[in-house]
């Protein structure tokens, strides 16, 4: 018997619906091989999202993928020492123009390896260099939840400087990046949280106020920015002046929520649906936080092999910011 061959990898054993801790197995996978025109990182740091979960329940994934190793962004070093920063959309050869619009395209985890391990492969385009003063653990962090927020707050939202945003939810990855990039951009920052602890960090990253879940604000506010979905969706309409735009990357607490139609006819809102990002708008979020020394907020750095603990406190709903993993 030879020695077992393969890397660390923490992945997702099987679709698990109801239980998707089930399905986390922190373990041993195939080494990758490199396709033509990729690149090999050996990962130094990779950041908890909530699509990691939802990779584990099974949603946004075929069957036929698992095992699949989670991580949806990273950050690492190729093997000609370059440190870099991963793009995790990963669009077909022959796609041209904006990746996210491209009915092809993939985020790493849904046909691709993930980062949760030693080594991820990814196209060469989507290995960005990570500036210097952004560390690994910092680095991880833009790939995903700071890359969907930048682009819908200075992207999709077509608000200006000087208006009132409200985002729903103070500790989450994405409700965290929202706060601080918007803080640094010159928006009046709003912010609900579901707890005393939440609206203080929240507080703490830049928001100008913050408020209850659910709770009657001061003032209409030019701008919603949601990830929560139906629990939140009804706040957010009524929190909208005439003409005011929400913009809606995620729906955590589930899909299905009053529309609120008259509203949105009566007050001519804006609902605008945001995902990821550009490899240019990753690089231009680079950018921006090298220039306003902007750098996310991490709650929880753990070492990669236990990942489980992270795991168990975003499914809980106890996150401070970004949850990170080292290797
Ligand atoms: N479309 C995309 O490209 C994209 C990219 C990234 C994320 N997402 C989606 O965005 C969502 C958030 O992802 P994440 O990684 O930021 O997750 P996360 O770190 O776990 O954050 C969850 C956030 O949701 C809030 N929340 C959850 N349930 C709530 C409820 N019942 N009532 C009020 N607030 C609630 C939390 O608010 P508190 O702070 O008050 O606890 C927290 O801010 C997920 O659904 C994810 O799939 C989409």
């Given at each position: ?182 803080r640094a951009a010159g928006f009046r920052v709003w912010a609900t949280g579901r707890s005393e602890e939440k609206r203080a960090l929240a507080s703490e990253l830049g928001a100008h106020a913050t408020f209850e879940s659910g709770a009657r604000l001061p003032e209409r506010v030019d701008g ?104």
């Open positions: 018997m030879g020695k077992l061959q393969g890397m660390f990898a923490v992945y997702a054993a099987s679709p698990q619906p109801d239980d998707p801790l089930a399905a986390l197995t922190v373990g041993t996978r195939p080494d990758p091989t490199v396709p033509d025109g990729w690149v090999r990182v050996s990962v130094k740091a990779a950041s908890l999202n909530m699509h990691d979960l939802w990779t584990l329940r099974g949603v946004g994934i075929k069957p036929d993928q698992f095992p699949m190793i989670l991580g949806c962004d990273g950050a690492g070093v190729l093997d000609d020492g370059t440190e870099v920063v991963l793009h995790s959309v990963i669009g077909a050869p022959s796609w041209s123009g904006d990746e996210t619009l491209d009915p092809k395209r993939t985020l790493l985890t849904e046909r691709h390896q993930g980062t949760f391990a030693d080594t991820v492969v990814v196209p060469a385009r989507n290995a960005l260099p990570k500036p210097e003063g952004l560390s690994f653990a910092e680095g991880a962090c833009m790939g995903t939840a700071w890359l969907t927020a930048y682009r819908m707050l200075f992207v999709k939202s077509e608000l200006r400087p000087g208006q009132t945003i409200l985002v729903q939810g103070s500790s989450g990855g994405v409700a965290t990046a929202l706060i601080q990039l918007g919603v920015f949601e990830t929560v979905g139906k629990a939140t969706w009804s706040h957010s309409m009524k929190s909208l002046k005439p003409g005011g735009v929400i913009v809606v990357s995620g729906s955590t607490s589930g899909p299905d929520a009053n529309a609120e139609l008259q509203r949105l006819f009566f007050l001519q809102l804006r609902v605008v649906g945001s995902t990821m990002g550009t490899r240019d708008e990753l690089a231009d979020l680079l950018k921006f936080c090298a220039i306003t020394g902007v750098r996310p907020k991490i709650g929880t750095e753990l070492p990669m092999r236990q990942a489980e603990e992270g795991f168990k406190a975003m499914l809980a709903g106890e996150t401070a910011g970004k949850i990170v993993f080292t290797h």
